[in-house]
């Protein structure tokens, strides 16, 4: 059987497992508890020396990398039915398999500017923030973290994550423009791909991002939010007072997001 080892409320986990449900695939549910650090376990670091969920066990063979897994999945037991068959379709599919790196690094910046910082400040003394820094193997994602702690919404990482995502969400309106699916009349895999992050900036109140320059974002939304993969995957996974939670504290930031997001072009 399928292994997948992930964590609830984690966005690359949920668009695996998105994929899973909307493929049909049952998978051992092997929980990674990214906020106890039980990523850092030699055992897990053995399988993801990134530290990092998901990983996919197949009859022993170890995949990392959501865009990568959902790909291997749709290929080997969906028949690449999610994979356009259009050549200029599946080149728009693969590329928004890659660009989910930037956009996860995105959501990744604002989680951590904002909620994920405010939570940290307010329950853990700075020995204890370093402490856990200290432990990410990649120094130069230990670098981007003190700094959103340090610097929150001020950090220029911020301004990076709002540059690809005013390009990714002025490139969805476009191609949302053409059909009800990002790659055109079908649903597909770039629509699942996508889902978790925008789902992650909607649950931390910021869906201001899109609601008056590109819309279209918020209807595609909305019609992936009405799919049984995401009540299965999502709201019958995620507790919801913590996601009312991270919802009011992440609105509290979203007049100075907005400033910083105004000024990007
Ligand atoms: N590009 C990787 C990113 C994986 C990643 O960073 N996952 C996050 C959760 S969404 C994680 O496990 N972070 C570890 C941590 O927070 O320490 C992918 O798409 O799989």
Redesign the pocket.
């Known amino acids: 059987m399928l292994k997948l080892y992930n964590?609830g409320t984690?966005?690359?986990?949920v668009k695996v497992r998105i994929g899973m449900a909307e493929i049909g695939l049952d998978y051992e549910d092997i929980q990674i508890n990214?906020q106890k650090g039980e990523?850092f376990a030699p055992e897990f670091m053995a399988l993801n020396p990134s530290?990092?969920?998901?990983v996919l066990i197949d009859d022993g063979m170890i995949i990392?990398?959501?865009?990568l897994i959902l790909e291997y999945l749709d290929r080997i037991y969906n028949a690449s039915n999610l994979m356009p068959k259009d050549r200029a379709a599946e080149v728009e599919a693969r590329h928004w398999l890659l660009r989910?790196?930037a956009i996860?690094a995105a959501a990744n910046t604002l989680t951590f500017s904002t909620v994920n910082r405010s939570r940290s400040l307010a329950s853990k003394t700075p020995e204890e923030i370093e402490a856990g820094i200290a432990k990410?193997p990649d120094p130069v994602n230990q670098i981007k973290r003190r700094d959103l702690y340090a610097q929150g919404l001020k950090s220029p990482y911020v301004a990076q994550a709002l540059m690809h995502l005013r390009r990714a969400f002025a490139d969805m309106d476009a191609a949302l423009s053409k059909g009800d699916w990002i790659t055109g009349p079908d649903f597909g895999i770039s629509d699942i791909a996508l889902v978790s992050y925008v789902d992650r900036f909607e649950r931390l109140g910021f869906e201001g991002l899109w609601q008056d320059s590109t819309p279209r974002v918020g209807e595609w939304l909305a019609a992936m939010q009405a799919r049984q993969s995401y009540t299965d995957e999502v709201l019958g996974k995620i507790d919801p007072k913590g996601a009312a939670s991270m919802r009011e504290t992440g609105s509290e930031f979203w007049p100075e997001l907005e400033g910083i997001w105004n000024a990007i072009t």
């Open positions: 964590f984690s966005v690359c986990s990214l990523q530290a990092a969920v998901p990392v990398e959501s865009s989910c790196i996860h990410m």
